[in-house]
């Protein structure tokens, strides 16, 4: 019989929605909060939110708490994600332009080739009356069946560390001698091996070290969606104390929500001042356990080897407390650490296996590629025969070299792996024409009320202290109940690439006070639609996002016409795609403008980015009317000859009071 979604989220101390939210998170299918969920599932659900309910559960519900949700009843639609605007029209009963009207009113400027994600899908079928039930992929699926198989035969795994902090206060050094305190090590006499990461064998238990530190990988990994780190080492020079760098490594792990262990290196230096780091990592509310707090601090010297055994025990302590489990027994699942092509072997990856055992000869599927382990070695350049939870092993046998951040997950055959690469490639070439949709001022109104956002992430940086200080607290004055204002990185000095890998691992707006961007995080910004605003006046910075709170932050997007071409002929060239022969009909065509759109008939079958322009074999700035050139758009290449391409200017206007 089982047990209802609803009756679930009560018992675990979730909202029906919030529960709904995290059930799909955990690729779990339940149609709403009336599902029923088979007990299997259903302990499995209690077992991955355990934690997360006790935190989340008021323990009885104030007297002055909502009345139950009323279960309102909608039409249903179901579909395979992602899907067409062409495909979600009919399915809506709506036609394909006024769709597209109905997009450009939630923000979303969608041509009816484009694909939705998830996302859009449900806030528009919602606003239609309808509730949108996604159908699981054969990945889905699959994933769904590892994830039961997570919950069984539960046992202890070693914890996954990565270390952080500023730059020459220490990493690399503590890295090096904590590997040369790994008996295994000592016992091989092997040549160790650079593989991404490495297991350090204490006598309390076994240790795996990322061995590529910084935040920057450690975010830039979070961002693609792989939270593989349980414990972040932050290293502070005892003689330097806390850097920018330092609380920008603070801040990212916070964000994770993973747990800090402060390492305060170089105490063998003469300019060494332990309290002195104490009281600066107090400030940023990281209180040590020696004064009361709750954090850890172990005072070390990479270079003399004081205090790392200490270290080391401070982390089984620490992971002895998360009390982190795995079913060895499972098919295996991990993430991709590292990959390369390499001589002799082909395309290689280091896989952190997360679940389950590894082993040689195993079919599995990564990414977008597939694969059969043809052979395992270990960091200490060991061949292995099997690889169990929270193991780091080089494997080869991929078809293709996979993305860092990719999941693995071993399928039972080789022509199931050929199938479900084959379809994650489908996917992705349409997932391709999403439109990447994040959290914007904008939009945040619409997010919150939909009960989406709970919180608004913000991350500011700015010129000085000054500014820093009064953008913090009258922002953070502005949270109200339903939503309230996280700042969960402030600093001063420009935009960087890690800001913005940051925003997008943690949905946040990104908001600069007399700064600048750096050249390649705006780039990034751009292409994962990142919101990052700039602001000259504290007064607007804090009012915008005021007005957005209270949903009346409306874009002003404003479009300009700029110039038409027609297509004579279209061409393929090799590696680049189809280019539109084309002739310059009116106005002119210019590479830098913000939008293209192609028409044939009169409908419009593409908007995008222009990806070159050309006159013979030159790329140009510009082409005048009455000129021929070569068109080439951004990842479309069904171009016909007769198409109409025209190109524009767009401007947003941020709204003023
Ligand atoms: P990273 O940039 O954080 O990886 O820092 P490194 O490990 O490269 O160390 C930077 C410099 O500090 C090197 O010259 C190290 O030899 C030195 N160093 C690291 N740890 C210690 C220590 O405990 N004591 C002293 N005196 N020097 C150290």
Request: aromatic share 4%; hydrophobic share 40%.
């Amino acid at each position: 019989m089982g047990i209802r979604v609803y009756e679930l989220a009560k018992e675990l101390g979730f909202s029906s929605k919030g529960l709904v939210q995290k059930l799909n998170e955990l690729h779990v299918s339940v149609k709403g909060h009336m599902s029923s969920l088979d007990e299997d599932t259903a302990e499995l659900v209690r077992h991955e939110l355990a934690g997360e309910a006790k935190k989340a559960a008021p323990v009885k519900a104030p007297k002055t708490a909502k009345p139950p949700e009323k279960i309102v009843e909608m039409k249903v639609v179901t579909g395979k994600l992602p899907l067409s605007v062409k495909d979600i029209s009919v399915k809506l009963q709506l036609s394909a332009n006024d769709l597209i009207k109905k997009l450009m009113n939630l923000g979303i400027m969608a041509s009816i080739n484009y694909s939705l994600d998830e996302e859009m899908v449900n806030k528009i079928s919602s606003l239609l009356g309808f509730r949108f039930e996604k159908e699981l992929s054969d990945e889905e699926v699959l994933l769904v069946k590892h994830r039961r198989e997570d919950a069984k035969n539960l046992m202890p795994r070693p914890p996954v560390v990565t270390l952080m902090g500023h730059v020459d206060h220490g990493k690399t050094s503590l890295l090096d001698v904590i590997r040369s305190s790994n008996i295994t090590q000592k016992e091989s006499g092997g040549i160790t091996q650079h593989i991404g990461a490495y297991e350090v064998a204490l006598p309390k238990g076994r240790i795996t070290f990322f061995d590529t530190p910084g935040h920057e990988a450690f975010t830039a990994m979070r961002a693609r969606g792989a939270n593989i780190t349980d414990i972040v080492i932050i290293v502070v020079a005892a003689d330097d104390g806390i850097m920018p760098q330092t609380v920008e490594a603070i801040n990212h792990a916070k964000a994770a929500n993973v747990p800090i262990v402060v390492a305060i290196n170089k105490i063998d230096l003469p300019g060494a001042n332990i309290d002195n780091v104490r009281r600066q990592l107090a400030e940023i509310d990281l209180n040590c356990e020696e004064w009361g707090g709750k954090t850890i601090t172990v005072p070390v010297s990479a270079k003399k080897g004081t205090g790392v055994e200490r270290l080391l025990e401070m982390l089984v302590l620490e992971a002895e407390l998360l009390e982190l489990r795995a079913n060895p027994t499972a098919l295996a699942r991990g993430a991709i650490i590292e990959s390369k092509i390499s001589k002799g072997s082909g395309p290689t990856a280091t896989i952190l296996v997360q679940n389950g055992t590894l082993r040689i000869g195993d079919v599995f599927v990564c990414g977008v590629t597939f694969g059969k382990v043809r052979s395992m070695v270990n960091d200490l350049g060991q061949r292995l025969n099997a690889a169990g939870p929270s193991v780091p092993v080089e494997i080869s046998g991929l078809a293709q070299v996979p993305q860092v951040g990719d999941v693995l997950y071993v399928v039972e055959d080789e022509r199931k792996a050929k199938e479900l690469s084959g379809q994650k490639n489908e996917a992705l070439r349409k997932a391709k024409l999403i439109p990447a949709q994040r959290v914007s001022l904008e939009q945040l109104f619409l997010q919150a009320q939909e009960g989406q956002l709970k919180e608004l992430n913000l991350i500011i940086k700015a010129d000085v202290h000054g500014s820093l200080e009064a953008l913090i607290s009258s922002l953070k004055e502005l949270g109200t109940k339903d939503i309230a204002v996280k700042i969960i990185h402030a600093q001063v000095g420009s935009i960087n690439e890690s800001d913005v890998m940051l925003a997008i691992a943690s949905d946040a707006v990104i908001l600069g006070f007399h700064v600048t961007i750096d050249a390649q995080a705006k780039d990034t910004a751009e292409k994962k639609n990142v919101d990052v605003r700039m602001y000259r006046i504290i007064y607007e910075a804090i009012n915008d996002v005021r007005l957005s709170m209270e949903g009346l932050l409306a874009p002003t997007i404003r479009e300009t016409f700029i110039g038409r071409a027609k297509v004579l002929q279209p061409f393929k060239v090799s590696n680049v795609g189809t280019i539109a022969g084309s002739v310059v009909v009116k106005g002119k065509f210019v590479r830098t403008a913000e939008k293209v759109r192609l028409f044939r008939a009169e409908q419009c079958l593409f908007e995008g980015k222009l990806a070159s322009l050309k006159r013979h074999k030159d790329d140009v700035k510009e082409v005048s009317e009455g000129m021929e050139c070569g068109i080439g758009l951004d990842k479309f290449m069904s171009i016909e000859p007769d198409d109409i391409i025209e190109c524009y200017h767009i401007e947003k206007i941020a709204r003023k009071l």
